[in-house]
């Protein structure tokens, strides 16, 4: 295990596999938020409101299984809506553009990670599961995953260093 860990945070071959992963789910990113930015009247109201409406039971005990996140969206982000409205088109579409020209690639994926369980826990199954799969797939190659991407420049400036070239497998 240790192995694989190590060829996905080293390997060259790995970091050209992470390419097309993050451009992959970039463009679904990008996408999703460009299509909410440009679109008519994008509202997450209906959508919190359905899930506080229809939570995620627990069929055997008839009990809330995220109570925590409904009380969330329903005491802070439904009388916010108009700050979400503006957050995850915004989110989404950075998320995807950090991920198709590799910068701060750890960063974004963790922030679209984050935003697929919000989902996920709002009882939205879609391609999220599979985003969550494949972003925690990236997330796991840490720099690697931007190593051909804008991070070989900006990881540097930050204090990152990289493995040398030797080291690289």
Partial sequence: MMMVLTWMKESRIAAGIFVFLRLYIGVK????????????????????????????????????????????????????????????PIGEFLVGLGLIVGAFTTTAVLFG???????????????????????????????NAGKFGLDYFILPYLGYRQQNAENVR
Avoid at 124 to 137: A, E, F, K, R, Y
């Fill in 29 to 88: 990113w990008l996408s999703a938020g460009w299509g909410k930015l440009t679109g008519e009247g994008f509202s997450s109201a209906g959508f919190m409101a359905n899930a506080v409406e229809n939570p995620i039971m627990d069929k055997a005990t008839g009990q809330l299984v995220y109570p925590m996140y409904t009380g969330f969206l329903e005491n802070f982000a439904l009388p916010n809506a108009g700050l979400f409205n503006l957050i995850i």
């Fill in 113 to 143: 990670l984050l935003m697929n369980f919000m989902f996920l826990f709002a009882g939205s199954i879609s391609t999220n599961p599979w985003m969550v799969l494949l972003g925690g797939i990236i997330l796991i190659g840490g720099a």
